[in-house]
DNA sequence: CAGCACTATCGAACCGGTTCGACAACGCTC
DNA sequence: GAGCGTTGTCGAACCGGTTCGATAGTGCTG
């Protein structure tokens, strides 16, 4: 069923049928109910395709998400949930785009063969050629994160450095002196990822000013690296009492290395870090933690982008979040001398 | 940049670029180049609604994935990431189609509009008025879940009823006698949701095969709900000493109402279940269960419906997986007389 | 009742590709 | 050297919409 053969049984033009849908000219009001009676009883629904042709829009954005290869986090599900939600709000499909190892061949898709009105770009670096491209091409994005000179780009992104150097204070203020701090993989960071480096940073500097003793940590995304981080920073500094994480993957490993070398979490030892809250809670004793509002980056993301695909020449705008910490079970008095019994 | 700029610079007609493009007919090797270092120095690319509109093809799939609202769980997350990849493998993009309150919003976008040439959906009921009404319209899709009828239909599913079963018979050869089950929210098994009431089945059948008593519950998909279900089931018999689990996302609440019960895992009490691997070893104890093989079934959905796409006319086929159960360390000997000590 | 404005509809062109029949140029056979 | 098949290219039609200038019909004004 096309839009032909429903102006020939409605017996108008083709024009007045789809003049009558788009309301963008006047129709009779007798007209219009003639046509629409034959699109109810048909069933008919303009062909997305040849819309898109037509008006050179093809109301989807693309989601351009990292590669299976790294693990994703519940954090990373939760946004890709509330991205979906708020477009469809918007009246935008989402495309996904993997941007694995040949990252370009799925950008070339999705910008050059236009499939999509504008992109929303996850797990920025701080130097992103991505992001350089697009704007270079002043084609409508959002990052997810900023890079290093996001001046004149459109991004939402979470204050790490804030929040990491909130998790120290947190620590410092209750009387911690010997603290790690457990980062994404070293690729990871090597690459540049933006949470990575300015979680560090705050983690680093606000350590600096409390004076504490610090160590620092990478750590692969899965359960069995964070037991095995947790056993090198006992084996590093036995003293150490407290930790701040940014990797959610490896909570519950890190949780069991401490539960293994018989620190009682969080009488001995403490922790603490940015989590999506949802997934804080899943570890026991909860995790106090800065909760990533996943759910809000998605929502604000989508609406920066139809914003800007509706006009192109508007000025850049951001979001920068910065929840508070949620204070739940995982972190307590520092003695400075902790326990070591072993069970 | 369209196919007939390119036709132009190279001096020859556009149907000869796009011949030499799509190889469909002989070209000489001469034009060939020519057009190719035109197409290289403009950086053309087709543009992909022209393209479907044409070959009524838009080389893209969709996804059609439960509403937010419900939590995402951990094995979701490795399903959908696992068909963006093997979708990219066969060309294919992927469409995210949330099949949330008016679900028929979005899949009358997906189909009525022709944006996807087949679908693969998600979280299937036993009753499912979307697999029924797609199989009315003869459009390619792949359930992932089979219905109570699935002859003729096209899915990828997981045993739940053997999982479930071969769950209770692990514990019973351990000697439990008193086993709690713990299902999806009730909403869910309401709504027929096939893993839901599978998994029921199953459990119940071989409990009474194996002379268990047993109680069975539903939980709601988060860790404050698992660990208020644990306190019930405590309540209910505090002489259950083992349970099994679908829930995936309310096991951090389950093994956290195990502790403050004062019941360790496994000495006092076995926790196994269906979970997805990765996620089966977050927690402490490691949990022994049969893992989810998202990342196949994923696979699978779109080996099948490309296969599907391709050819309309191929008789139905289908995958019913049932992996094995891994052994970690959730599970123990059952003594009948479980201690039950506060701490 | 001529002139005008306004409303409702039509037809043609266009978006950017693909497909296919027509045809020219060529080499081969008999 | 007439007849034939092959190869390479072109042009027109088509996919299913949207847009816009042209035009017919209507009611109002002076």
Same mark, same amino acid.
């Given at each position: 069923?096309? *839009?032909?053969?429903?102006? @020939?049984?409605?017996?108008?033009? @083709? ?24 699109? +109810? ?40 949930g509330s991205v979906v939600e708020a477009a469809a709000a918007?009246?935008? +499909? ?10 370009d061949r799925s950008f070339q898709r999705m910008l050059g ?5 504008? =992109? ?37 992104? #979470? ?14 203020? #209750?009387?911690?002196?010997?603290? =790690?701090?457990?980062? @994404? ?16 940073? !705050? ?11 610090? @160590? ?11 037991? =095995? ?5 006992? #084996? ?12 959610? =993957? ?26 999506? !809250? ?30 800007? *695909? ?14 508070? *910490? ?18």
């Amino acid at each position: 069923m096309n *839009i032909g053969e429903i102006a @020939r049984r409605a017996g108008v033009s @083709r024009s007045t049928v789809s003049v009558a849908l788009s309301g963008k000219r006047p129709v009779s009001e007798e007209t219009r109910r003639k046509i629409q009676r034959v699109i +109810d009883e048909l069933g008919y629904r303009p062909n997305a395709s040849a819309r898109a042709l037509a008006n050179g829009r093809t109301n989807t954005i693309g989601l351009v998400f990292p590669p299976a290869g790294n693990h994703y986090t519940g954090m990373q599900l939760d946004f890709i949930g509330s991205v979906v939600e708020a477009a469809a709000a918007h009246d935008y +499909d989402v495309l996904l785009s993997p941007s694995g190892v040949d990252s370009d061949r799925s950008f070339q898709r999705m910008l050059g063969e236009r499939r999509v009105d504008g =992109a929303i770009l996850m797990e920025i670096r701080l130097e992103d050629d991505r992001v350089d491209h697009l704007a270079a091409l002043g084609f409508p994005s959002v990052a997810i994160g900023r890079t290093a000179h996001p001046e004149g780009t459109w991004w939402v992104g #979470l204050d790490h450095t804030a929040l990491a150097a909130a998790c120290v204070h947190h620590l410092a203020d #209750l009387g911690h002196r010997r603290v =790690a701090f457990v980062n @994404r993989p070293e690729q990871l960071l090597r690459a540049g990822y933006e949470s990575a480096h300015r979680g560090l940073d !705050g983690f680093t500097k606000a350590a600096a000013e409390r004076g504490l003793t610090v @160590r620092t940590y990478c750590c692969g995304d899965d359960a069995a690296s964070g037991q =095995a981080c947790l056993e090198q920073i006992l #084996l590093d500094d036995p003293a150490t009492t407290a930790l701040v994480t940014l990797n959610e =993957a490896a909570l519950g490993g890190l949780y069991r290395g401490l539960a293994q070398a018989g620190r009682h979490v969080p009488r001995d030892f403490s922790v603490t870090g940015v989590v999506a !809250g949802r997934w804080a809670e899943t570890v026991t004793p909860q995790l106090t933690a800065a909760d990533v509002p996943a759910e809000e980056m998605g929502r604000h993301a989508v609406d920066l982008l139809v914003e800007r *695909i509706d006009q192109p020449d508007a000025p850049p705008r951001h979001h920068l979040l910065a929840p508070p *910490i949620s204070l739940r079970a995982s972190t307590g008095p520092g003695t400075g001398t902790p326990s070591t019994e072993t069970r």
